[in-house]
């Protein structure tokens, strides 16, 4: 590193000395500040240094002249409702867009989410994994896009790297307005995480959120989201898709795995908590380890009819068959609204895909006036970003079809999409790298309310997206230190503190004077057949075959391993939760019905006897009819020979003990199979290593249920799909209700403060 200019003291207003250094290192100039990097900029952007009274800033806009969004002495406020009117039109309009799904390096053409270098394919480019794709090119340089959503990334190398590749290019460009990063979650130990994260990334592995709701406890939640906020700026992102804060009601739901659970009290515990850890530096405020967190899904996506979900037409509707709604927005305007730290509240919201049936228009959430602006910004008061979830503006021709998601406006143009969800109260469309149809839709307005109308409309846009990037100092300092960010991304220190989180998440239901062991122990254990599974709602399948469900090496480090049960002490079992379809099946629509199937929480075929004979949603354009009732139809679960492979191991060990690890992402039915176990343990996907401490004993399991397990299909379907803990739970032959906040330990039922305060 070359010093470039002498050590200067500098006289701030505040009567305060301090210290700048200047420094030149490779392509980057940096203003250190008590031994930190303070300002840093590109040699290669155009940017220089200027100065007020000897203080040193970054001259983004190149004008020689210290304007006041690039005063770091003022609010983030202040800076960003500057720079908004020095915007023009298609500039803010690139502000309001957030991109697709990126991947490092970007996937190959012809795949899903693929992309291309220098028109050719990643693998024929001879590019690097963190160079920009083509793609990335267009939308930074052509669309002013300045919010980028990545998936997988390679290392965090590759996304440090690739991060101030960014960076540079977008330094360079008008006024200097950095990308702001962002990921969905990015720490658990599930297919979906590898998904957002990458195979090859090393990184903190941490129960999905559903596992952290099961700790019952909310400082464990705030130190999740400490850790991660800092592992993710040091990949280059500043903005988490997350937390999901939807009340999971109903117990078909897919996405009830990314909850914290059905309970109200315990979600807005945990969603402050969550929010909380990761803007909040050092339980300070706002600060260089902070991470925006945009909360979702606004007004709660966790009642829809049937269980369906909102990402297809046939799962457009939420209803409210008990009147439950305002405790769906709990968990937001009384958990992430009310932050215990500095920052306040959460910095943006993302709305759900759904219709709320009854409030409002029926239309998606994005596009619903009464939900954003007569409820979220006006009740509630709320003025921070509001971001459509991805593709709400884009066209669709099927309810079964992953396409747009534009439900209840689809037959409006893109561009009238886009106006009638700012109209709506909107800032920002997700999955949407093309400036135009933003353009267009402010032409819509100006039709109906004047230029100076939506001038201001799109600058009270920019300034709320503006603020959060100010907030999180990207503008002072956008970049990273390659060899930092790979010694912090899953150091020790990190990784540890997230198996001790793993071993909190895992819960005990069932332990018929089995554990903890006293002694070694031998062990057999049987071969799972894994079914060919659609993942990623849908969008892509795995391969099926049969596997062992956890790794025999890892187990060996813990007991002694046999092949013939009549030699074994034990048997140990690992299945997963039935994989009872959609709710939706194109077979059952080609062959006369309505296409409307029941969504299947057990391992049998299950009938839907007890299913309403009509609807409350009603249909869609797509649709020749109102009525979704699946009544009397048969669903089978593609993972049937999960309950087989219980009974049959039961049938083999005879009285010898049989342990079942159970992998749940939802409430299951479970009258099938626990009275053919003697232990039985709840995970939401976490390291074999640490389902292996419980049941050697070494460490005494503390989770608890934070959701009901359902006596049978019967009260599943009787339940509302709005209403918290409304279901008969299954009781066990030990005479235990399997019911929300309901765990054991080695001495019996848990009942401790956090029962007391959440059961």
């Known amino acids: 590193m070359k010093k470039i200019f002498i050590f200067f003291a500098l006289i701030i207003s505040a009567c305060e000395s301090e210290n700048y250094d200047i420094f030149s290192n490779d392509n980057f100039i940096t203003v250190e500040r008590g031994n930190a990097p303070f300002l840093k900029f590109s040699k290669l952007s155009g940017v220089s240094i200027i100065y007020d009274k000897s203080i040193p800033f970054k001259d983004l806009n190149k004008n020689k002249k210290l304007d006041k969004y690039e005063d770091w002495r003022l609010s983030s406020e202040e800076r960003a409702i500057d720079l908004a009117s020095k915007l023009s039109l298609n500039e803010i309009a690139g502000l309001m867009l957030y991109s697709s799904h990126q991947s490092l390096p970007g996937r190959s053409m012809g795949a899903w989410m693929s992309s291309s270098y220098n028109g050719l394919p990643f693998e024929q480019s001879n590019a690097l994994a963190s160079d920009l794709t083509d793609e990335q090119r267009k939308f930074i340089t052509e669309d002013n896009l300045r919010h980028i959503l990545i998936t997988s990334v390679d290392s965090p190398e590759v996304a440090a790297i690739w991060s101030n590749n960014v960076q540079e290019l977008s330094?360079?460009?008008?006024?200097?307005?950095?990308?702001?990063?962002?990921?969905?979650?990015?720490?658990?130990?599930?297919?979906?995480?590898?998904?957002?994260?990458?195979?090859?990334?090393?990184?903190?592995?941490?129960?999905?959120?559903?596992?952290?709701?099961?700790?019952?406890?909310?400082?464990?939640?705030?130190?999740?989201?400490?850790?991660?906020?800092?592992?993710?700026?040091?990949?280059?992102?500043?903005?988490?898709?997350?937390?999901?804060?939807?009340?999971?009601?109903?117990?078909?739901?897919?996405?009830?795995?990314?909850?914290?659970?059905?309970?109200?009290?315990?979600?807005?515990?945990?969603?402050?908590?969550?929010?909380?850890?990761?803007?909040?530096?050092?339980?300070?405020?706002?600060?260089?380890?902070?991470?925006?967190?945009?909360?979702?899904?606004?007004?709660?996506?966790?009642?829809?009819?049937?269980?369906?979900?909102?990402h297809f037409g046939y799962g457009a509707y939420a209803i409210y068959p008990g009147n439950n709604f305002e405790n769906h927005l709990k968990p937001f305007t009384e958990g992430a609204f009310k932050l215990n730290g500095e920052t306040k509240k959460a910095s943006a919201v993302m709305p759900y895909y759904t219709v709320s049936l009854g409030y409002g228009d029926r239309v998606g959430s994005g596009f619903n006036k009464y939900l954003i602006t007569d409820i979220l910004r006006n009740k509630f008061n709320y003025d921070g970003v509001l971001c459509t979830d991805w593709a709400i503006t884009k066209d669709v021709s099927s309810v079964s079809l992953m396409q747009g998601k534009s439900w209840g406006v689809e037959n409006f143009s893109e561009a009238e999409r886009h106006f009638l969800a700012i109209d709506a109260g909107m800032d920002q469309f997700g999955g949407n790298d093309d400036y135009i149809p933003v353009v267009e839709a402010y032409k819509i307005g100006v039709e109906r309310y004047g230029e100076e109308y939506m001038r201001k409309r799109f600058e009270q846009s920019a300034v709320r997206l503006l603020i959060n990037i100010f907030n999180v100092g990207l503008f002072e300092n956008p970049y990273l230190d390659i060899d930092q960010s790979k010694q912090t991304v899953g150091n020790d220190s990190f990784v540890k503190e997230g198996f001790n989180a793993q071993l909190k998440s895992i819960v005990m239901l069932k332990n018929s004077d089995v554990l903890p062991f006293s002694n070694q122990k031998k062990v057999y254990v049987p071969k799972r057949y894994n079914p060919p599974t659609k993942i990623f709602f849908g969008m892509m399948q795995t391969e099926g075959g049969y596997e062992y469900p956890i790794d025999m090496e890892t187990i060996s480090k813990y007991f002694q391993i046999v092949d013939n049960p009549e030699d074994a002490d034990f048997a140990l079992i690992?299945?997963?939760?039935?994989?009872?379809?959609?709710?939706?099946?194109?077979?059952?629509?080609?062959?006369?019905?309505?296409?409307?199937?029941?969504?299947?929480?057990?391992?049998?075929?299950?009938?839907?006897?007890?299913?309403?004979?009509?609807?409350?949603?009603?249909?869609?354009?797509?649709?020749?009819?109102?009525?979704?009732?699946?009544?009397?139809?048969?669903?089978?679960?593609?993972?049937?020979?999960?309950?087989?492979?219980?009974?049959?191991?039961?049938?083999?060990?005879?009285?010898?003990?049989?342990?079942?690890?159970?992998?749940?992402?939802?409430?299951?039915?479970?009258?099938?199979?626990?009275?053919?176990?003697?232990?039985?343990?709840?995970?939401?996907?976490?390291?074999?290593?640490?389902?292996?401490?419980?049941?050697?004993?070494?460490?005494?399991?503390?989770?608890?249920?934070?959701?009901?397990?359902?006596?049978n299909m019967e009260t599943v379907e009787s339940q509302f799909e709005d209403m918290s803990r409304d279901m008969i739970p299954h009781v066990d032959k030990n005479g235990n209700k399997y019911d929300f906040a309901f765990g054991m330990n080695w001495n019996g039922v848990i009942k401790d403060h956090r029962v007391k305060k959440y059961k």
């Open 171 to 310: 330094e360079s460009l008008g006024f200097g307005i950095p990308v702001n990063v962002s990921s969905d979650p990015r720490h658990g130990n599930d297919a979906f995480a590898l998904f957002n994260s990458g195979k090859k990334q090393k990184i903190s592995t941490w129960p999905s959120t559903l596992g952290l709701a099961a700790s019952f406890d909310p400082s464990l939640m705030k130190k999740f989201g400490e850790i991660a906020s800092i592992e993710y700026r040091a990949l280059g992102i500043t903005t988490a898709l997350s937390p999901q804060i939807d009340i999971a009601t109903d117990p078909r739901w897919y996405r009830f795995d990314g909850t914290m659970g059905e309970d109200v009290l315990l979600s807005t515990d945990l969603a402050r908590a969550y929010v909380d850890g990761f803007q909040s530096t050092n339980n300070y405020g706002w600060g260089k380890e902070s991470v925006n967190a945009m909360i979702k899904h606004w007004p709660g996506g966790g009642s829809g009819e049937g269980g369906r979900d909102g």
């Open 574 to 711: 690992g299945i997963k939760d039935p994989d009872g379809g959609n709710g939706y099946d194109t077979d059952d629509l080609n062959n006369g019905g309505n296409g409307y199937m029941p969504i299947n929480l057990q391992y049998s075929d299950y009938t839907a006897t007890n299913a309403r004979e009509k609807s409350l949603s009603g249909g869609s354009p797509f649709e020749n009819f109102n009525n979704r009732s699946y009544k009397g139809k048969t669903i089978k679960t593609n993972n049937y020979t999960d309950m087989t492979l219980v009974r049959d191991t039961k049938k083999i060990m005879g009285e010898k003990p049989v342990i079942l690890v159970l992998e749940v992402s939802r409430p299951m039915v479970m009258k099938e199979i626990e009275s053919y176990t003697d232990v039985l343990l709840i995970s939401t996907g976490v390291e074999d290593k640490a389902l292996l401490e419980i049941i050697s004993g070494k460490v005494e399991p503390s989770g608890l249920l934070p959701f009901q397990m359902p006596a």
